[in-house]
């Protein structure tokens, strides 16, 4: 025979079953997983029924129940991968696209830095592509002036960048689980 606590458990456990079912369908959007964690609740408030103690504060320890419950569920569909052993490639994240315009802005200053004679050659050849032979005849140079030019260029943008570039690498990001 049920104890009159119990009776009133039930009955009360039926009028806000709808404002639970609510919640959960809210939570989870699933008709079906909602009714699930609505029934586990329920039967969890049964059995835990002579945990509460006053029988006006049903609603909110239901709630409290159903709460769990869900969470409960959410930890069963957590994968069973560590975050830590998952290398996370990014192709076009905030911090890959930062890094990229620090590059170039750092390049762009250390071609600021070079002699206009430098510049020419090594925008000439390295960005638009022309042949040493091509380069010569736009600038009415000699071939072996746009070959020293292009080398002292070079070797002016390796020394200039050599700081930036030991910074950069090594760099290596990783996202981490906090639970």
């Keep these: 025979m049920l104890s009159l606590n119990a009776v009133i ?4 456990l039926g009028s806000i079953r709808p ?3 609510r919640m959960a369908y809210a939570w989870c959007g699933s008709r079906e997983l909602a009714d699930d964690l609505v029934q586990e609740t329920i039967v969890k408030s049964l059995e835990k029924s002579h945990q509460l103690k006053n029988i006006d504060k049903i ?4 709630y409290r129940i159903l709460h769990n419950c869900w969470l409960s569920h959410l930890r069963s569909l957590k994968p069973d991968v560590d975050i830590d052993d998952v290398v996370l490639i990014c ?4 911090e890959k696209s930062y890094r990229n315009m620090v590059a170039s802005e750092a390049i762009q200053a250390a071609i600021s830095k070079l002699p206009v004679g430098q510049r020419k050659v090594l925008m000439l050849i390295d960005l ?5 032979r091509e380069v010569a005849d736009i600038l009415s140079i000699p071939v072996g002036t746009v ?4 080398s002292r ?3 002016a943008l390796e020394k200039s960048l050599a700081s930036f570039r030991d910074r ?3 760099t290596v990001t990783k996202l981490r689980s906090i639970t």
């Design 128 to 132: 638009e592509g022309f042949s040493y």
């Design 19 to 21: 404002n639970l079912y």
């Design 9 to 12: 458990i039930r009955k009360k």
């Design 147 to 150: 070959m020293s030019r292009i």
């Design 168 to 170: 950069e690498s090594g």
């Design 91 to 94: 192709e076009d994240c905030p």
């Design 59 to 62: 609603a909110p320890w239901c």
């Design 153 to 155: 260029a070079r070797s």
